[in-house]
């Protein structure tokens, strides 16, 4: 059973990778048609930040998803966004991008890695003298 360890540590390695490929697939959208608005933080969770937006045609959007890359924003708060023009659900902060997940990413899994090698490396060298 020493395999299920790497195997673990492989899944994370693969969702942390896809999420970050998925980032710059949404950033690329946007990059490529990009509108511009002042955003109204409407709520902020764990797990997302909420805004509405008036569009240049004055309609308002509040994306389900929320906002990409919203570190610090406060309820409230009006922050520059940029969106996809032709799918205003992807919008991000003005500026931010998916490369400022990469850092936090790549120290994920190297914490990840540097502490399950030694861990599998003991559990194969247990079970061998075990059987």
């Known amino acids: 059973m020493w395999w299920v360890l790497p195997a673990a540590a492989g899944l994370l390695t693969g969702l942390i990778t896809l999420a970050l490929a998925g980032a710059a697939l949404d950033d690329a959208k946007i990059d490529a048609r ?22 240049p045609d004055g309609k308002v959007y509040r994306p389900d998803q929320g906002l990409a890359y919203p570190a610090g924003s406060e309820v409230g708060q009006l922050v520059r966004v940029e969106y996809d023009s032709a799918d205003p659900d ?37 079970q061998g003298h075990a059987g």
Request: glycine share 8%.
């Open 34 to 55: 990009t509108g511009h608005a002042t955003a109204q933080v409407l709520a902020v969770t764990s797990m997302r930040t909420l805004v509405q937006f008036a569009g």
């Open 90 to 126: 992807q919008v991000r902060v003005a500026g931010r991008t998916w490369v400022q997940g990469v850092a936090p990413g790549s120290i994920t899994l190297m914490v990840l890695w540097v502490l399950v090698a030694p861990a599998t490396w003991w559990l194969r060298r247990c």
